[in-house]
């Protein structure tokens, strides 16, 4: 079975500064995608950034970018210029090549902005 | 924008009643999926479906059942509430295409006395 890891449950930074987010996964599936999820505090969870392994390039959304490395099996999240409302909980996730679209979740980080 | 509305944001039941919890949807997606949240955890699947009355067991079945009646609608239910329930559940939807990121609700925090 296809597993998650976020190994620092704990990061801070301050504002204006970058912050990177590790990811790793155990696969052998060659086509699945990865997502990584953001969850304010007591509000709802939403999508950062998805990437699809096939795809050679890094996936960009604005300030958020990744750093896949496929045969590494790691999938980091880089938050340029940190604002305050980056502050929250962020899951990295997997969904594999089979036909059904759940996903397995890592248990997650805490992301502290300092101004 | 994708709506996904769960009917209770706080719940609080007694040890042994039947607890439903309700999840809506407005973007006609066929796969809909319940999950608990608990604090060094992560999300946890515990039950999805894929269509109007199917069902799909997730990693934490026991105690859980679904029902699918209807596509925007997909309800969890504790068929004898216990205290290892207290948790916060989470509701979340997506398309049939392959791939495409779950929509979620605001989440229901459930607490079993």
């Known amino acids: 079975a296809q597993t998650v890891t976020q190994s620092q449950p704990e990061m801070s930074v301050q504002e204006a500064e970058t912050v990177t987010l590790s990811c790793t996964y155990d696969t052998s599936e060659s086509d699945y995608y990865l997502f990584w999820y953001k969850q304010p505090p007591s509000r709802q969870m939403i999508l950062v950034i998805r990437?699809?392994?096939?795809?050679?390039q890094n996936a960009t959304e604005n300030r958020f970018s990744v750093n896949f490395q496929k045969a590494a099996k790691s999938f980091s999240l880089k938050i340029s210029d940190s604002q305050l409302g980056d502050a929250a909980m962020y899951f990295c996730?997997?969904?594999?090549?089979?036909?059904?679209?759940?996903?397995?979740f890592g248990k997650g980080m805490k992301l502290t902005v300092n101004p | 924008d994708v709506k996904v509305t769960q009917s209770s944001r706080y719940l609080v039941k007694r040890t042994g009643e039947k607890v439903f919890l309700e999840c809506v949807q407005d973007m006609d997606h066929e796969n809909m999926f319940w999950y608990r949240q608990d604090p060094g955890l992560g999300l946890r699947l515990i039950y999805f479906?894929?269509?109007?009355?199917?069902?799909e067991k997730g990693d934490i079945p026991e105690g859980y059942s679904v029902s699918r009646e209807k596509k925007e609608r997909f309800s969890l239910i504790l068929e004898s509430a216990s205290t290892n329930q207290t948790s916060m559940y989470l509701c979340?939807?997506?398309?049939?295409?392959?791939?495409?990121?779950?929509?979620f609700g605001d989440g229901t925090r459930l607490s079993i006395l």
């Open positions: 996730a997997y969904r594999g090549q089979g036909g059904s679209e759940k996903l397995v």
């Open positions: 990437q699809e392994a096939y795809k050679q």
């Open positions: 479906s894929y269509d109007v009355k199917m069902k």
């Open positions: 979340a939807s997506s398309p049939p295409a392959r791939g495409q990121p779950q929509h």
